[in-house]
């Protein structure tokens, strides 16, 4: 049977592969150290979760919820973006709750994709990002570049060589996957870039408070006059722990927030109004939760760079969020990162995310994950300190179980 248009539109998932390869290994009984999905491991602060429960007992609070967010909420978005970033927000017109930053990004290229309409986007980056238009039948030009002085010019030759002028440009700084963080005076640039050629910004900022340099990364929408163009995605996933929770949220331009709000009204009722509640709650607290969550992915981050590196495998160390982008070590960097991903499953019982997975652009790096203990971080590398000298005494004998078959 032939397969739907938006189907047949979508690449076949890389990470899917390196999942199954993973059961299949867990099945024999292999213990895999995972790597791989941002998933956080790490509970959800106590006070959140007895708000919860405390709003959850209440029969009144389990009827259908508020698509755009209880007011309570908006407004706590709001309050967190003054106190974080000087920014003021209308949380009646500028602030919407979504079912996640991933859900609100696709809801947003529901609301503002024509068939044909042309994208900016950077590349590798968060998939969502592009399959999000891709799915809403836009049409997406890549950008290989970082938040450096290639940008504008970059920019400015997707717009010279894209018919019809792109509609918007992606932002994604702590980026997922590469960690790289932007300047405020980069974000000036961009918004005066977007500014003058009529193009919309939409920047996702899920890693805003998971940075480990002592200096917070700015939000876009700290440059003057920004809010005319842009909207952000921020979620509470990894800032608090709460990934099932499925909380995000949109701030911005209110014409782009009003056109999020509408589809959304077509598409949810809203999330839980206790978690909701309790979501409110969190944000409105004084930080040290945060903290904590920070201080122990830069706990993570340390031994995992120093670790890694004994084993034989030099690991740039992340400057921000929950992620490290390794370059594949140079005796594998033919095989691409799916296949390496492959070998490590299998000769390591370690899994990471192949960089094909986030853009062909990053196929020779991984994505590695501090979603393991130190302990198991430590493991890890003592796991590829072997596959490293295994495969440069053998080289032909370390082929991907896949290639025999």
């Known amino acids: 049977m032939e397969e739907f248009h938006k189907v047949r539109r979508l690449p076949p998932y890389v990470f899917e592969q390196v999942n199954r390869l993973k059961a299949s290994a867990r099945s024999r009984g292999a213990d895999i150290i995972d790597l791989g999905m941002g998933n956080p491991d790490l509970p ?40 974080r970033f ?25 609301a503002i994709t024509a068939p044909g309409d042309v994208i900016l986007c950077p590349n590798p980056t968060y998939p969502i990002h592009a399959f999000g238009f891709i799915m809403s039948g836009g049409v997406i030009r890549s950008l290989q570049v970082e938040p450096d002085d290639g940008f504008i010019p970059a920019l400015e030759r997707g717009v010279r060589h894209s018919i019809p002028k792109p509609l918007a440009l992606i932002l994604n700084y702590p980026s997922n996957p590469t960690a790289l963080v932007a300047s405020l005076d980069f974000y000036k640039d961009v918004v005066a870039f977007a500014k003058k050629n009529d193009i919309i910004i939409l920047s996702d900022l899920a890693y805003s408070e998971i940075y480990f340099d002592g200096n917070p990364p700015p939000s876009v929408l700290q440059v003057p006059g920004a809010i005319d163009v842009c909207v952000e995605f921020t979620s ?27 589809v959304k009204s077509y598409l949810d009722y809203g999330a839980f109004t206790p978690i909701q509640v309790a979501a409110a709650h969190a944000l409105n607290g004084d930080g040290a939760d945060i903290a904590e969550v920070r201080e122990v992915y830069l706990k993570r981050r340390d031994v995992m760079v120093h670790a890694f590196s004994r084993a034989g495998w030099t690991i740039p160390a992340p400057a921000a969020s929950m992620f490290a982008w390794a370059p594949i070590p140079e005796p594998f960097k033919h095989l691409g990162s799916l296949e390496f991903s492959k070998l490590l499953i299998e000769h390591a019982d370690v899994a990471v995310a192949p960089g094909i997975g986030f853009g062909e652009h990053g196929d020779d790096h991984v994505r590695i994950a501090l979603v393991e203990n130190e302990h198991r971080i430590r493991q890890a590398a003592r796991n590829i300190k072997r596959f490293l000298a295994s495969s440069a005494k053998q080289p032909n004998n370390v082929v991907p179980l896949a290639a025999h078959r």
Not at 56 to 83: E, F, K, M, N
Not at 86 to 110: C, H, I, R, W, Y
Not at 244 to 261: H, K, P
Request: proline share 5%; glycine share 8%; hydrophobic share 35%.
């Open 44 to 83: 959800t602060p106590k006070a959140i979760v007895d708000k919860l429960c405390e709003v959850v007992r209440d029969p009144r609070t389990h009827r259908y919820s508020s698509s755009r967010g209880i007011p309570g909420l908006r407004r706590a978005q709001a309050a967190y973006y003054q106190r």
């Open 86 to 110: 000087g920014v003021k927000l209308n949380p009646d017109t500028q602030v919407v709750a979504t079912l996640g930053s991933k859900e609100g990004f696709a809801n947003m290229a529901q």
């Open 236 to 262: 509470m996933s990894k800032t608090f722990s709460m990934p099932g929770w499925r909380m995000g949220f949109a701030v911005g331009n209110e014409r782009l927030i009003s056109a999020l709000t509408r």
